[in-house]
């Protein structure tokens, strides 16, 4: 699914919409798919703030995401990462989402005459009427708020009657039932007649045994062909990205890339079985370590000071000598060729204890610091 061209793509609308709110971006095609390695990295290894993959705390960071880019860096690009010119904007609101099928259908050369059953995620009228026009059936459920206005009845009402009732209206190709089983189910479709009707057996605790309801064809047909689509959900549900954005259509490239990685691996199950994880895992691995680019040693400002987290941890703060000039050291300013290796920070060795030691922690006498014992543990 994730093709060069699509990437590329990708790629290209992001630099644009950056530079349409005046910032530089610059997204490489390495950081992109760095992006998307963190992405499926985050479907087994959860976590609920993106920012603590760079945490100086062990339990919640992450040393592939610290060596793939600076946390900064990462949170810029997901704030500019795009997929579609926001000057050229459909009227559709779904637009940027209705490409998922249509591409999958292009690259897939479907011909005219088929028909594809997808969930609710992706049905809409819009949809149905784009499928029509190539020729091609669709049928899936529906969202309350994709009907377009439709006066169907209000869900709780229609609870409320017999099981099997049901109402359908049409426009054109499209047929859209609505029928209530043990809850109420829509469905959109522009290839199922509404009938003949389908004799279904559903259990009913209050009569204490099975009954028959009739079921529109187009429900019927909806559970035949759906069977591969639910295991593919649970699938895809198993390893689910939990990288989070504010952008509406966010969902939808998040699904995109659990899918791809799905799919990915049901097709490595036909030279080599193996349980989905370690085969995660792997493409991970690929993903973020092939695509880090190696950066050059921290340089050293009179500005640059350690993050507390990091600089108060107490663990691993062990002096190091500097490979260039000379620098201030951050605590009495006289110059040093030495530095903390861990907070990358100019420091005597005299001055390690008092730069990790917090403020309202440290001894004061008369305003001066007392004389420190220097320890690097």
């Known amino acids: 699914m994730f093709t060069r061209e699509l990437l590329e793509n990708i790629l290209e609308q992001s630099n644009l919409y950056a530079t349409q709110h005046g910032r530089r971006l610059n997204m490489t095609m390495e950081e992109l798919l760095g992006i998307i390695g963190v992405m499926m990295m985050t479907g087994y290894r959860t976590t609920h703030n993106k920012k603590h993959l760079w945490s100086a705390k062990d339990d919640v960071s992450s040393v ?7 946390r900064n860096r990462f949170l810029e690009l997901l704030q500019n990462l795009h997929l579609a010119d926001n000057s050229n904007i459909s ?3 779904y637009y940027k989402g209705a490409d998922v099928v249509l591409g999958l259908l292009n690259k897939c050369a479907v011909p005219p005459g088929h028909a594809i059953f997808f969930d609710n995620l992706f049905t809409s009228l819009e949809l149905l009427d784009v499928l029509s026009d190539m020729g091609l059936g669709g049928c899936g459920t529906v969202r309350e708020n994709r009907l377009g206005g439709a006066p169907f009845s209000d869900k709780k009402v229609l609870e409320k009657k017999q099981r099997g009732t049901m109402e359908w209206l049409s426009d054109g190709d499209n047929l859209v039932v609505r029928w209530n089983d043990n809850r109420v189910v829509t469905v959109a479709t522009n290839c199922e007649p509404l009938e003949p009707l389908v ?5 009913v605790k209050k009569q204490g045994g099975r009954i028959a ?3 529109p064809r187009p429900l019927h047909a909806y559970n035949t062909h759906m069977g591969g689509v639910d295991l593919f959900d649970q699938c895809v549900a198993l390893y689910r990205s939990t990288i989070r954005s504010k952008k509406w259509w966010w969902p939808l490239f998040q ?12 097709l490595s199950q036909r030279h080599a079985k193996g349980p989905q994880l370690p085969f995660l895992r792997e493409l991970t691995y690929v993903l973020i370590k092939k695509n880090t680019v190696p950066r050059p040693p921290a340089s050293f400002s009179g500005r640059h000071q350690a993050p507390e987290d990091l600089r108060y941890d107490g663990l691993h703060h062990w002096p190091a000598e500097l490979k260039t000039r000379f ?3 951050k605590v009495c300013n006289s110059r040093t060729n030495m530095s903390c290796e861990k907070c990358a920070v100019p420091l005597h ?11 309202s922690t440290r001894k004061i006498k008369r305003g001066i610091s007392t004389s420190w014992v220097p320890t690097y543990g």
Do not use: F, I
Request: proline content about 7%.
């Open 64 to 70: 592939w995401a610290q060596e793939l880019m600076p």
């Open 91 to 93: 009227k559709d609101r």
């Open 199 to 203: 004799t279904a057996s559903r259990y």
């Open 213 to 215: 309801v009739q079921m």
């Open 255 to 266: 699904w995109g890339v659990d899918a791809a990685r799905t799919n990915t691996w049901l």
């Open 327 to 329: 620098h201030r050291c």
């Open 349 to 359: 060795p005299k001055c390690m204890k008092v730069y990790h030691t917090p403020m």
